[in-house]
């Protein structure tokens, strides 16, 4: 919202000049301080000098150029006369112009000089209201009043040194869309006196109705609760909007069309209440408000034809639509140059349906914003009045007296408050004074409930029961003191302020007019806390296992599409094929939310390949979405007066699709850095399977590694990973292995990229249900260290061989295999094709002795024996 | 020798005769059989395809043969040149199934083959990750606990249960990502949620009061990508719920975090504001933590991190709307509550004088690298 200060000292009685710098900083800071942030300040008329009055004595027209040109004599009065060329030709001799002399500066630092052109020489230039930037017009130049004086310097004569402030007004503070309202909040914090623009000009009896105005009716009462028309006859449509009309119009960023239009905007700009001025000789009967009809078409303003919504809201007569109530006129019934008796619309319109309206036809005005943040109820008959009082005495018209109602009374809202209730939500003392005199400032009028303050089960809400119970006045001392605690205000909000409906809108209004500066800062009291879940903390520590591995983290966009499903080879029926659909995708090109965060973190290894990175191991923590089958379609919207019940949550989760969190790793180029030391070493599927292992080591669960065939990765190079529990229970947790090729080649990855990824919700669902660790006991009689060298055909997983080897210790009796690890893996001629050899070192350890080389054999030999059982090893020399 | 000849070259013409040219689609079809993979398939198209195979040499020649025996000559040169295409084809997609069928069972290895890394690259966490841990664990310290929930919203928790009617311009302003619905044009009640206060909803309605949350995660917005704002992003927010909460209290826990996360003795400032979901609500600024202000102070010197503003903005927060505690079963009579949250790509941005956004969404390796392991 741009408004200039001049308008609104009008308003709120404040001693401060355009010029005065510091003066205006103070304003801006006020103003931002009670809610309505000021997010520019821009000094005007400031950077223009040198531009007179003048009077066009007369007017020469030049031919022999590609355009008329007109070389004119002028005068300012000083007793020189001066010759200036010009291109317009909207004027005649004895009009008064905007002369800028030679030296003159206009705005955007542009400076006039005198100098010849046309065969001619121009002693400076006639000033167009473009080139003075008062506003958009540079059809021709500008016609001063014939009574503006002669030589008068033109910048102090129009009043174009002024200030605009540009502020953003939230949404909740539609009365800040107006003069009235920021002149409102200005004279508060100035504490100077405020003059309401609705209360100006108005005639002897607003409301009164008379059957000379044209009729009109409310049809549908939900959108509409009231509306009054107007009449001014007799006007000379060619009469010029005044020029300090057009210039307040101009900084508030208006344009200026005609003298009825201009009218309507500027006291929508001044009182916030939109108006609409219609050519009667264009209406056909009585006007009613109604909803859209099947079928029906409008020709708005901006010469769009619109079908119509059976939702929409409209102005109407005999003819059909005739407007889109509070959002844009027709064309039909516009005023134009030959418009002389106009009739003037004032409504309040439902915030709610204008909204809808406006956003189905996509069609936002300075109308619709007003009204669906709310626009004062009462406006209606006062801006209408104000319209035709005005655009008669400016167009030459008489008022029709009286005008034409439809409508109801509007119960103001009434709200029963506690009188501390402010103190208490902002935590220090105001007291009952304070309290009453900032509501009565934003126009609420204040009485003291009947009996409260012997009887405080009013139950009217928030603030309003009885004090916190539970010994809070001696925890702290500094609350709830208050001069009247029993006491129980009923408020009265002003009918400019739609948005006060509740105990705590009126708390806060008291809160931000006495500062939230002055709020205190209370120490902050320990709570009881439990810290961080398992989850929270696994989550922790595998990111950080990860990255100490040598795993940059990267956040992926979430988006995808059947085409990334295509690139990773995904069958039809897959599951990951099931994504979330989006209505309004960022792009049309990925609307879908991702099932895998593989695409997502293939992309963004392409990305740093692109950079010149060539060892680049990733790996991002993510949610995937996976649709539930059978959701019901629709989530539904709940009540908000009461907490939903356990079947209302249920159905909200039920359509909600799943969400785990998933961890990926990406690695190609080398695992290990070539240097001095040697070559590097390339990553692999191995370093994908480690990086999985990594995960599974941070949750401490048992898992095992399996050979697999699962898209999108080489089907020879491909392990899932599974978490067994000691009950035989299993979960698959993922995938690892070295890429498809065809996966590798649709991501234009590097040959041999190797990926992993793991669903972290089935880990921590598994960490949950593991308990707590069971260490071992720590014996300490000596280690017993056997080495054995098993041959087994080449398709056996060393996984198994370790497993029935550690099956076979265990049996042994009373030794316990410590650990097992692989020392040497073997292929070639000694073992024979087909075949591989894989070396163990096993350690044995006894509770209560030293092991006999007996023991130890013996328990090898079980291992061994129960390996051959399992997995046919044959034990290679022993 | 490509350029065509007015005069008829009995020389060079001979590479025309039929017996050549089956000669020379002979040798090409059978060096495409002979290939035994990829790289062999792609030697022998260069020689029997490319620019200086004899089939497209011969073809050059055409234009050197008398009108007359043109037509003739092209057809069958086309004819020979089609027929090795065609078997490049074929045996370029053979050769891909024999991969996808032998090569890539040849390469089977044991995946369950342990492995140890003696050394590794340069690897480190998001700053979004660790700049959003360090920020929950200022409120973790002082009894918050972290509270989650999903990315895709219920429309209910996202605006709804936060007091943001339906059509008001403030659910507007939140350029909402939909779900779609089952039908095109129909609704799904669900929607990327547009901010982390959901959570808050969710956590009234299954934690025990008093409560004391804290609640990190992404958010998304149909946002323009620029320097200052992204479609996706991160938000962490606190809430507390209990008897007697003041505004006093929010401020409080508002320094106490600014202390924490950015020094101490910066002061911070609350201006009113708009939240559906807050009354009153307020942004928070806080003192520049480079220039302490002094920025903005006649003569200072000109500050990069505040724009020489001397403030920083930096959060959203208010004193939680009855209205909202009631959408979730809580007595406004007896419990109050304060929320407040902030985005962390902003405080990142702030923190670590980062100019770009963009810079936290790339994934550019050299971004995450120069923060480590902890920020
Ligand atoms: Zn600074």
């Given amino acids: ?878 | 020798m490509s350029a065509p000849n007015k005069a008829y070259d009995p020389v060079e013409a001979a590479t025309l005769s039929a017996g050549e040219l089956q000669r020379m689609q002979a040798d090409a079809l059978a060096a495409i059989a002979a290939a035994a993979n990829l790289d062999e398939l792609k030697t022998a198209r260069l020689a029997h395809a490319g620019d200086r195979a004899p089939l497209t040499l011969a073809n050059a020649e055409i234009g050197a043969l008398p009108p007359a025996a043109r037509a003739d000559a092209g057809k069958r040169v086309g004819t020979a040149r089609a027929a090795v295409r065609a078997a490049l084809v074929q045996r370029q997609a053979d050769l891909e199934a024999e991969r996808d069928r032998r090569v890539l069972v040849d390469e089977a290895v044991d995946v369950t083959l342990p492995w140890d890394r003696p050394m590794s690259l340069d690897g480190a966490r998001h700053p979004v990750t660790t700049v959003g841990e360090r920020l929950a664990d200022v409120f973790v310290s002082m009894g918050y606990e972290i509270a989650e929930g999903p990315e895709v919203e219920a429309e209910w928790y996202n605006f709804d249960a936060l007091n943001f009617p339906p059509d008001h311009p403030a659910r507007e302003m939140q350029d909402t990502i939909f779900v779609a619905g089952a039908e095109p044009g129909e609704r799904s009640g669900m929607v990327l949620r547009t901010h982390t206060s959901p959570v808050q909803i969710r956590a009234m309605l299954t934690r025990p009061l008093p409560l004391y949350v804290v609640s990190p995660g992404k958010c998304y917005r149909s946002d323009a990508l620029d320097a200052t704002h992204s479609p996706v992003f991160h938000q962490i927010e606190c809430l507390a719920v209990d008897e007697g909460l003041t505004m006093a209290d929010l401020r409080g826990a508002i320094n106490a975090f600014v202390e924490a996360m950015f020094g101490e003795g910066l002061q911070t400032r609350l201006r009113p504001d708009f939240f559906p979901f807050t009354e009153p609500s307020a942004d928070v600024s806080m003192q520049c933590h480079v220039c302490r202000g002094a920025s903005a102070q006649p003569g200072g010197q000109p500050c990069r991190v505040c724009r020489s503003q001397g403030w920083i903005e930096l959060a959203g927060c208010g004193m939680v709307n009855p209205r909202v505690l009631v959408a979730c079963g809580i007595d406004p009579d007896r419990y109050s509550g304060f929320a407040f949250g902030l985005g962390i790509e902003r405080s990142v941005l702030v923190r670590h004088g980062v100019a770009d956004i963009r810079d936290t969404l790339e994934g550019d390796v050299r971004f995450s690298r120069a923060f480590g392991m902890e920020a």
């Fill in chain 1, 1 to 878: 919202m741009r408004l200039p200060l001049s308008w609104l000292l009008e308003y709120a009685a404040i001693d401060v000049s355009p010029d005065d710098a510091d003066g205006v900083a103070d304003l801006s800071r006020r103003l931002t301080a009670c809610g309505l942030e000021v997010e520019s300040v821009e000094p005007v008329g400031h950077d223009i000098s040198g531009v007179v009055v003048a009077e066009v004595l007369d007017v020469a027209e030049l031919t022999g150029f590609s355009k008329p040109i007109r070389y004119c004599r002028v005068s300012i009065a000083d007793g020189q006369q001066r010759h200036v060329i010009c291109g317009a030709r909207n004027f005649a001799a004895g009009d008064r112009v905007a002369l800028a002399l030679p030296g003159a500066m206009l705005p955007g630092g542009f400076e006039i000089g005198a100098r010849k052109t046309y065969g001619r020489v121009s002693e400076g230039m006639i000033c167009s209201a473009l080139e003075l930037a008062v506003g958009e017009d540079h059809s021709g130049i500008m016609v001063l009043p014939a009574d503006a004086p002669l030589g008068a310097d033109f910048v102090t004569y129009a009043g174009l040194r002024d200030v605009v402030f540009d502020i953003n007004v939230t949404p909740d503070k539609g009365f800040a869309l107006s003069v009235r309202g920021v002149a409102r909040e200005l004279a508060i914090s100035c504490q100077v006196p405020f003059t309401d623009p609705a209360d100006v000009g108005l005639p002897a009896d607003a409301t009164a109705t008379s059957p000379e105005v044209h009729p009109v009716s409310i049809e549908d009462t939900t959108a509409c609760d009231r509306i009054v028309l107007r009449e001014v006859r007799g006007i000379d449509p060619a009469t010029p909007t005044p020029l300090a009309m057009k210039i307040r119009l101009a900084r508030a960023g208006q344009r200026s069309v005609s003298l009825a239009v201009d009218v309507t905007n500027y006291l929508m700009l001044e009182l916030g209440q939109p108006l609409h001025a219609f050519d009667r000789a264009r209406l056909h009967g009585p006007v009613v408000v109604r909803r859209a009809q099947p079928g029906e078409k409008l020709e708005t303003l901006d010469h769009v034809v619109r079908t119509l919504d059976p939702e929409d809201i409209l102005i109407t007569d005999e003819s059909g639509p005739i407007s889109l109530a509070g959002t844009m006129g027709g064309v039909a019934t516009e005023v134009s140059d030959s418009s002389h008796d106009v009739v003037i619309e004032a409504a309040h319109f439902s915030a709610r349906g204008i909204a809808r309206m406006s956003r189905r036809h996509k069609l936002g005005s300075e109308a619709s914003a007003r009204f669906e943040r709310g626009v004062d109820p009462q406006l209606p008959h006062r801006a209408s009045a104000r319209a035709t009082t005005m655009l008669a005495a400016l167009g030459g018209g008489t008022v029709v007296p009286g005008c034409s109602f439809a409508g109801a009374e509007i119960e103001p809202v009434r709200i029963a408050m506690a009188a501390d209730y402010p103190d208490r939500l902002a935590g220090l003392v105001y007291g009952l004074e304070t309290v009453q005199k900032r509501l009565r400032e934003v126009g609420c009028a204040v009485a003291h409930m009947p009996g409260s303050a012997a009887d405080r089960s009013d139950g009217a809400g928030a603030g309003s029961g009885a004090a916190a119970g539970g010994g809070e006045g001696a925890a702290r001392p500094d609350h709830g003191r208050h001069d009247r605690p029993d006491l129980t205000l009923l408020v009265t909000a002003p009918s400019w302020r739609p948005d006060l409906t509740d105990p705590a809108d009126l708390a806060e209004e008291v809160i931000r007019l006495e500062g939230y500066q002055n709020i205190p800062a209370r120490a902050v009291r320990a709570v009881g806390g439990r810290g961080l879940t398992g989850r929270q903390r696994l989550r922790r520590s595998l990111s950080r296992a990860l990255a100490a591995d040598g795993y940059v983290e990267v956040i992926c966009s979430p988006f995808t599409s059947v085409l990334d499903f295509d690139r990773l080879q995904l069958p039809a029926g897959d599951q990951r094929r099931q994504a979330v659909r989006l209505a309004n995708p960022l792009s049309d090109d990925e609307p879908l939310m991702r099932t895998t965060l593989l695409p997502g973190i293939f992309r963004t290894l392409a990305r740093n390949l692109g950079r010149g990175f060539t060892d680049v191991s990733l790996y991002e923590l993510g949610m995937v979405f996976r649709p539930k089958s059978g959701a019901p379609p629709l989530a539904p919207i709940l009540p908000v007066d009461r907490a939903p019940t356990e079947q209302e949550v249920a159905r909200l989760g039920a359509a909600l699709p799943d969400q785990p969190l998933h961890v990926a790793a990406v690695m190609t180029g080398n695992a290990e850095p070539a240097g001095y030391w040697g070559a590097g070493r390339p990553a692999g599927w191995q370093d994908a399977i480690e990086a999985a292992r990594l995960v599974l080591r941070s949750s401490r669960l048992t898992f095992s590694v399996r050979a697999d065939q699962h898209q999108p990765w080489h089907p020879g190079r491909c392990a899932a990973i599974v978490i067994g529990t000691e009950q035989g229970q299993e979960w698959l947790a993922g995938h690892a292995g070295e890429l498809h090729p065809r996966v590798i080649a649709a991501f234009g990855l590097p040959a041999r990229t190797s990926a992993m990824e793991l669903d972290l919700s089935v880990i921590t669902a598994a960490a949950d249900a593991a308990g707590p660790v069971q260490p071992p006991s720590l014996w300490s009689y000596p280690l017993a260290v056997q080495d054995v060298a098993l041959v087994v055909p080449q398709a056996v997983p060393a996984a198994d061989v370790e497993r029935a080897l550690a099956a076979g210790a265990a049996a042994a009796g009373d030794v316990r295999l410590e650990s097992l690890s692989l020392f040497d893996l073997y292929t070639g001629g000694q073992v024979g094709e087909g075949f591989k050899s894989l070396a163990y070192t096993l350690r044995f350890r006894a509770p209560d002795r030293t092991l006999t080389a007996e023991e130890v054999r013996g328990a090898r030999d079980a291992a061994v024996a129960e390996a051959a059982r399992q997995t046919g090893a044959v034990q290679r020399g022993g």
